[in-house]
């Protein structure tokens, strides 16, 4: 979190700038110099800016040209094909944009996140990951998997109820109704089922460390984890 809030800064502080350089303003070195210091103090005391904010100061050319190469994995309109992939499609934005900067500062390390992740978000800047993240979440998500109806109405069961004997939480409670997630929870209907799997053994085995949803996931055996993800795929 302290790594994230200071990157922001860094990056606000270069585009204030950036500013005075645009307005012309000649400054001397050492004038520059304290007038850094007094927009990091600034920055300190200012809010946080919005992602819509950040995202305003690269342009949907540039965003595009980012998404092409994502596209190889995740589809263009981030309805991925192979279920290593997860779909972007419809996901929630402030969790788009919080997992590209788990990705980058290598907080989310599990196994595919290492592989695939990391060298991809190296470079992004905070502007780029909030323009992904915008772009993403505004595509049309997957249509759902149709999966075995038994499956589907245990998993359902356990998604809207949980199993207080068993120390299950209501996933419901977080992800929402239709599990479309809200803000830094994920949309988890018309994940693919296998991805959804190999995540909940992730958090299980703290190889993706979440505290909230490490809790979640220790006690789900592997049963009940197909019910969920069989259930999650098959939700629109
Ligand atoms: C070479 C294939 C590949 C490319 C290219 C790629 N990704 Fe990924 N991405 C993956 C894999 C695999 C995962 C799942 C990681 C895991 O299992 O933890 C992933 C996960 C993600 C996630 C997390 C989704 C979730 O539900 O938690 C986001 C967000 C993401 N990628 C965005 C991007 C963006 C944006 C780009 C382009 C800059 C990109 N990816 C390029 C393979 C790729
Ligand atoms: C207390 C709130 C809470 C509850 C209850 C909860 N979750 Fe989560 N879940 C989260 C949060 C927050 C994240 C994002 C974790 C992160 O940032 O890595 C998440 C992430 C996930 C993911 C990863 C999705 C992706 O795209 O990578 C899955 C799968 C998931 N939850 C399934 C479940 C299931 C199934 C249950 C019920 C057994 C459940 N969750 C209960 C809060 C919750």
């Given amino acids: 979190m302290i790594k994230q809030a200071s990157t922001s800064r860094v990056s606000v502080n270069a585009q204030s700038l950036r500013r005075n350089a645009r307005r012309g303003v000649s400054l001397a070195l050492g004038l520059a110099a304290v007038s850094a210091i007094a927009a990091c103090v600034a920055q300190q005391q200012a809010p946080k800016p919005s992602a819509t904010e950040v995202a305003a100061s690269v342009t ?15 589809g263009i309109t981030g309805v991925s094909v ?14 788009l944009e919080a997992q590209l900067k788990a990705f980058r500062d290598h907080t989310r390390a599990d196994p595919h996140a290492h592989t695939y992740m990391w060298g991809m978000a190296q470079h992004l800047s905070d502007p780029m990951i909030a323009g992904l993240a915008t772009y993403f979440s505004s595509q049309k998500p997957a249509a759902p998997t149709p999966g075995d ?9 356990l998604f809207m109820e949980g199993n207080a ?25 018309s994940q693919h089922h296998d991805y959804l799997v190999e995540q909940l053994k992730n958090f299980a085995s703290n190889a993706r460390n979440n505290q909230i949803m490490h809790e979640n996931a220790k006690t789900l055996d592997n049963d009940q984890i197909e019910q969920l993800a069989t259930y999650l795929a098959a939700q629109p």
């Fill in 165 to 189: 004997d068993k120390g299950i939480p209501i996933c419901q409670s977080c992800h929402g109704d239709h599990a479309l997630g809200m803000d830094t929870i994920p949309r988890l209907a």
């Fill in 149 to 157: 109806p038994q499956l589907v109405a245990a998993g359902g069961k």
């Fill in 82 to 95: 192979s279920p290593t992939f997860p779909r972007l499609a419809g996901q929630q934005e402030a969790y």
């Fill in 60 to 74: 949907p050319d540039q965003v595009q040209g980012i998404v092409h190469m994502c596209s190889s994995c995740h």
